[in-house]
């Protein structure tokens, strides 16, 4: 009888050792979650600065580029889905780098 009740409690003890590994490992993986999400925003605002007109426009002046804003004729203004079409032309072995 002794042996049943000391198996019980060091099942019980065995149990609330693994919820307290697993709730570590849990908050674990939320702090890191966290943190790649703050990287990630940081990331977005560097390459958002990065994208800037007048940080372009600088960029193409300081490493005299010569690059210059496209006409109105040499843009093709697409009214349908952009993903859709994509998807249609490579679905279609159409995709390539020259007829994007």
Same mark, same amino acid.
């Given at each position: 009888?002794?042996?049943?009740? &000391? @198996? &019980?409690? @060091?099942?019980?003890? $065995?149990? #609330?050792?693994? =919820? %307290?590994?697993?709730? !570590?490992?849990?908050? %674990?993986?939320?702090? @890191?979650?966290?943190?790649?999400?703050?990287? $990630?925003? #940081?990331?977005?605002?560097?390459?958002?600065? &990065?994208?800037?007109?007048? *940080?372009?426009?600088?960029?193409?002046?300081? =490493?005299?580029?010569?690059?210059?804003?496209? *006409?109105?004729?040499?843009?093709?203004?697409? /009214? &349908?889905?952009?993903?859709?079409?994509?998807? !249609?032309?490579?679905?279609?072995?159409?995709? @390539? /780098?020259? !007829? =994007?």
């Amino acid at each position: 009888m002794f042996f049943c009740v &000391a @198996s &019980a409690g @060091s099942g019980v003890v $065995y149990m #609330r050792h693994e =919820f %307290t590994v697993a709730a !570590n490992n849990v908050k %674990t993986i939320e702090v @890191s979650t966290v943190i790649e999400e703050r990287r $990630y925003a #940081r990331l977005g605002a560097e390459l958002s600065e &990065a994208m800037a007109t007048n *940080r372009l426009v600088e960029k193409n002046d300081q =490493f005299a580029l010569g690059l210059v804003i496209p *006409r109105d004729h040499q843009i093709v203004r697409v /009214s &349908a889905d952009v993903d859709q079409r994509l998807s !249609n032309k490579a679905s279609l072995g159409l995709l @390539s /780098s020259t !007829n =994007f």
